[in-house]
């Protein structure tokens, strides 16, 4: 089985000098960013997160994709036995470091460019997703988890390390003041994200769910939730409908081309 994936190119013009100084501006932070990503993360990975990831991605079969790849640090943590490995990664700084990984490592997987909220896929396509670390920075993760759900078969799964809103009012109070600051460093990362509440908002059901912390890392970013979901019977039985509506329409499409 192969995931498969299109690609969409969208071209900009701009004649706003003002956003366009902006712009170049984020993109050479975005270009920083990306080069001192893992080095800021070493501590956390050593203090815990890469056991983390370590131990969750062994629980990945299939079809599976990664959303927010960035710099590629899952790639040493995926079962050799995949059907198929997606890495999918928007930011250009991010994917050509993510690239640079991948050719070092024996993983056998395809890169593309595409934000979270509009996946390549067709639905119910996908056994696995992997997030982990993304869904606080997708500037609409509502829509992102819309297509998580779109793409996943229906007794598919969505593994995640998420830092999170903390249960502390003291904790979540810092995060909600320090929110844009650290957005602005971390590009748009938002400290104060209720994560899991918007996973059951939006048709998944949380099992395996281990509160941990992110040490070593900013106070406002520690609180972590780990875990695996599964889209609700009700999402699952929708999204099965339209799985089938969408393949009786393309099986009578070729009947008629035929």
């Known amino acids: 089985m192969r995931c498969n994936a299109g690609s969409v190119i969208v071209a900009v013009v701009d004649t706003d000098i003002t956003h366009l ?25 050593q203090a815990g997160v890469r056991k983390h990831r370590k131990e969750l991605l062994k629980r990945s079969a299939g079809c599976t994709i990664e959303i927010g790849a960035g710099t590629g640090l899952n790639l040493a943590h995926y079962p050799d036995d995949l059907d198929g490995l997606v890495l999918v990664e928007p930011d250009a700084a991010m994917r050509r ?7 070092r490592s024996c993983l056998r997987a395809r890169l ?17 997703v992997v997030s982990t670390f993304v869904l606080c920075t997708v500037d609409a993760p509502d829509l992102a988890l819309q297509e998580i759900v779109r793409v ?19 904790l979540a109070s810092w995060q909600d003041r320090l929110a844009n600051p ?15 509440q918007l996973m059951v908002t939006f048709g998944f059901e949380l099992e395996d769910l281990d ?44 009947s008629i081309d035929g």
């Open 21 to 45: 100084e902006s712009l170049a501006g984020s993109r050479a932070w975005a270009r920083a960013f990306a080069a001192v990503y893992e080095p800021f993360l070493w501590l956390g990975e």
């Open 211 to 254: 509160d941990a912390s992110w040490r070593a890392m900013p106070p406002i970013v520690r609180p972590l939730i780990i875990g695996r979901a599964h889209k609700t019977a009700a999402t699952a039985a929708t999204s099965s409908l339209v799985a089938d509506a969408t393949l009786s329409a393309s099986m009578r499409g070729r």
């Open 152 to 170: 996943l078969k229906p007794d598919g799964q969505l593994l995640f390390i998420e830092h999170v809103r903390s249960d502390s009012p003291r």
């Open 97 to 103: 470091r993510l690239a640079e990984s991948l050719a």
């Open 112 to 128: 593309v460019d595409a934000p979270a909220e509009e996946l390549p896929f067709p639905d119910g396509s996908i056994d696995t």
């Open 182 to 196: 650290w957005r602005r460093f971390a590009q748009g990362c938002r400290c104060n994200r209720a994560t899991s």
